[in-house]
């Protein structure tokens, strides 16, 4: 396979260039320099539809290629997730996210209940109204330039939070709440209790978190399960259904749930969610605030669409008929897909594209590379919506853009995804012109759990005194 294999001299493999003395002491230095070889060694092998890249003897192949994906997706070749999401497993449990694929299925079957497009529809108010609450801090700021993706973080927990369990954190409001600050250290990598030593300073303050978020949710669980109980199950006829409502239900009436799957679920729907659609927002607003032009044509897409009402709120038509807008979030996801790449284990030895990839390698779907596949997306590194487009889309071939991962484990989630973030960038874009004050340079990706900015995302916003209809 492409690629450079170690040595006996460099049983480093390609992660020894990691090993950068001069920048150790920056902030996102190993990340940075990380995206820097998987960029150089994608230049060096852009011809191929695939490259390996050894880390201790041990193969991680690149797909970075439509067909190669497509391979490799087809059929049942690679169910397993990666031995990598087991750092994972203190966070999520053995949640959708990372649990085997024999429990993965039939839950998978089970869990897409919670998406469906009732219970979606019935989060609308939801989105719309802590949408307006972001709205107004961003109004609020006193600061010239505001940094956006802390704020947008808050909004975003919040909304899942409603959403999942049906609670109310309010952590826009108090951005300091024990909840919020537990989420974002714990989605710190370095901090995930199977990454480091239990017995470390690290490792206790990971320790304290994690039980206060396990607790949290216990007690969620079981507010709601005793309220479930007493009452019936007929008691919210008639109310929007959390997600955590839905998971009661196959727990306490279809007993195909335990209450650790519960818990597990709805750790990992508020985990995960909230974050990907924080960076996917971030992204979005900086990219627009760099390009005057596309923002031109979004302004005028909501204010033919949703009027001079900015206070009105983004129903499920705007949404379908917010054909731009759903462009722009698109070739976000190109450029910065939040999930910038997921791993699968080869299980037997399985030939993709003439090359021969080895049992108990870890094939790796990157989307980050992949979006950047010249023969597919010409100047791949232009922020150009148009070719989201209807007659530019028919063009890009199937598995060639896989924001939402592909195949039978993709998101479960993507269009609840897709609705909040939506909603956000048109209510905030309805109501400020940005402008983004760092160019892309200074701004660079960096892989985390989702692909976060390697430096703080600042943004003018100015209050839009005319609306044209």
Same mark, same amino acid.
């Given at each position: 396979?492409?690629?450079?294999?170690?040595? /006996?001299?460099?049983?480093?493999?390609?992660?020894?260039?990691?090993?950068?003395?001069?920048?150790?002491?920056?902030?996102?230095?190993?990340?940075?320099?990380?995206?820097?070889?998987?960029?150089?060694?994608?230049? @060096?092998?852009?011809?191929?539809? #695939?490259?390996?890249?050894?880390?201790?003897?041990?193969?991680?192949?690149?797909?970075?290629?439509?067909?190669?994906?497509?391979?490799?997706?087809?059929?049942?070749?690679?169910?397993?997730?990666?031995?990598?999401?087991?750092?994972?497993?203190? +966070?999520?449990?053995?949640?959708?996210?990372?649990?085997?694929?024999?429990?993965?299925?039939?839950?998978?079957?089970?869990?897409?209940?919670?998406?469906?497009?009732?219970?979606?529809?019935?989060? #609308?108010?939801?989105?719309?109204?802590?949408?307006?609450?972001?709205?107004?801090?961003?109004?609020?700021?006193?600061?010239?330039?505001? $940094?956006?993706?802390?704020?947008?973080?808050? &909004?975003?927990?919040?909304?899942? &939070?409603?959403?999942?369990?049906?609670?109310?954190?309010?952590?826009?409001?108090?951005?300091?709440?024990?909840?919020?600050?537990?989420?974002?250290?714990?989605?710190?990598?370095?901090?995930?209790?199977?990454?480091?030593?239990?017995?470390?300073?690290?490792?206790?303050?990971?320790?304290?978190?994690?039980?206060?978020?396990?607790?949290?949710?216990?007690?969620?669980?079981?507010?709601?399960?005793?309220?479930?109980?007493?009452?019936?199950?007929?008691?919210?006829?008639?109310?929007?259904?959390?997600? +955590?409502? /839905?998971?009661?239900?196959?727990?306490?009436?279809?007993?195909?749930?335990?209450? $650790?799957?519960?818990?597990?679920?709805?750790?990992?729907?508020?985990?995960?969610?909230?974050?990907?659609?924080?960076?996917?927002?971030?992204?979005?607003?900086?990219?627009?605030?760099?390009?005057?032009?596309?923002?031109?044509?979004?302004?005028?897409?909501?204010?033919?669409?949703?009027?001079?009402?900015?206070?009105?709120?983004? @129903?499920?038509?705007?949404?379908?008929?917010?054909?731009?807008? =759903?462009?722009?979030?698109?070739?976000?996801?190109? +450029?910065?897909?939040?999930?910038?790449?997921?791993?699968?284990?080869?299980?037997?030895?399985?030939?993709?594209?003439?090359?021969?990839?080895?049992?108990?390698?870890?094939? /790796?779907?990157?989307?980050?590379?992949?979006?950047? =596949?010249?023969?597919?997306?010409?100047?791949?590194?232009?922020?150009?919506?148009?070719?989201?487009?209807?007659?530019?889309?028919?063009?890009?071939?199937?598995?060639?853009?896989?924001?939402?991962?592909?195949?039978?484990?993709? &998101?479960?989630?993507?269009?609840?995804?897709?609705?909040? /973030?939506?909603?956000?960038?048109?209510?905030?874009?309805?109501?400020?012109?940005?402008?983004?004050?760092?160019?892309?340079?200074?701004?660079?990706?960096?892989?985390?759990?989702?692909?976060?900015?390697?430096?703080?995302?600042?943004?003018?916003?100015?209050?839009?005194?005319?609306?044209?209809?």
């Amino acid at each position: 396979m492409p690629g450079r294999k170690p040595s /006996v001299f460099n049983i480093l493999g390609d992660i020894g260039e990691l090993i950068d003395f001069r920048h150790l002491g920056s902030t996102y230095s190993i990340h940075l320099k990380f995206m820097e070889i998987l960029r150089n060694l994608n230049k @060096t092998f852009q011809k191929e539809h #695939l490259f390996c890249v050894w880390i201790l003897y041990t193969p991680f192949v690149f797909l970075v290629k439509a067909d190669a994906v497509k391979e490799a997706l087809s059929g049942n070749k690679m169910k397993e997730k990666s031995w990598v999401y087991k750092f994972a497993k203190p +966070l999520f449990g053995y949640g959708l996210a990372t649990s085997p694929h024999v429990t993965w299925k039939p839950r998978r079957k089970l869990l897409n209940r919670c998406f469906h497009p009732d219970i979606l529809r019935g989060f #609308l108010p939801v989105f719309n109204e802590h949408a307006q609450e972001l709205v107004k801090v961003f109004r609020e700021s006193e600061n010239e330039f505001t $940094e956006i993706f802390h704020t947008i973080a808050l &909004c975003a927990l919040d909304t899942i &939070c409603e959403t999942a369990f049906d609670v109310k954190l309010k952590t826009l409001e108090n951005n300091e709440s024990q909840y919020s600050n537990t989420v974002r250290r714990l989605y710190s990598f370095w901090l995930w209790p199977e990454v480091i030593a239990w017995n470390t300073p690290l490792g206790r303050e990971a320790k304290v978190h994690l039980k206060f978020m396990r607790e949290f949710t216990e007690k969620v669980i079981r507010e709601k399960k005793e309220r479930y109980l007493s009452l019936g199950p007929g008691a919210d006829k008639g109310k929007r259904q959390a997600l +955590l409502d /839905v998971l009661l239900k196959l727990h306490l009436v279809e007993h195909e749930l335990t209450e $650790e799957d519960v818990k597990h679920e709805v750790d990992t729907f508020a985990l995960a969610g909230h974050d990907t659609a924080a960076v996917t927002v971030t992204w979005a607003l900086y990219l627009i605030g760099l390009n005057p032009d596309v923002q031109v044509k979004v302004h005028e897409e909501l204010d033919r669409i949703l009027g001079e009402n900015i206070d009105k709120d983004v @129903t499920e038509k705007d949404l379908n008929d917010l054909c731009y807008l =759903d462009c722009v979030v698109k070739e976000t996801l190109r +450029l910065y897909p939040a999930v910038p790449a997921i791993g699968r284990i080869v299980e037997e030895d399985t030939t993709i594209c003439g090359y021969t990839l080895p049992k108990g390698a870890t094939c /790796v779907f990157c989307s980050y590379l992949l979006h950047r =596949d010249e023969d597919v997306f010409p100047d791949p590194e232009k922020f150009d919506p148009n070719r989201f487009l209807p007659e530019n889309s028919i063009k890009i071939p199937e598995f060639a853009y896989i924001p939402f991962s592909a195949g039978p484990r993709n &998101c479960i989630g993507y269009k609840f995804a897709a609705m909040e /973030v939506k909603i956000l960038l048109a209510t905030i874009l309805r109501n400020f012109t940005v402008e983004s004050l760092e160019e892309r340079d200074k701004v660079l990706p960096v892989m985390q759990v989702a692909l976060h900015p390697s430096s703080p995302v600042y943004v003018k916003f100015r209050s839009r005194s005319t609306h044209v209809i």
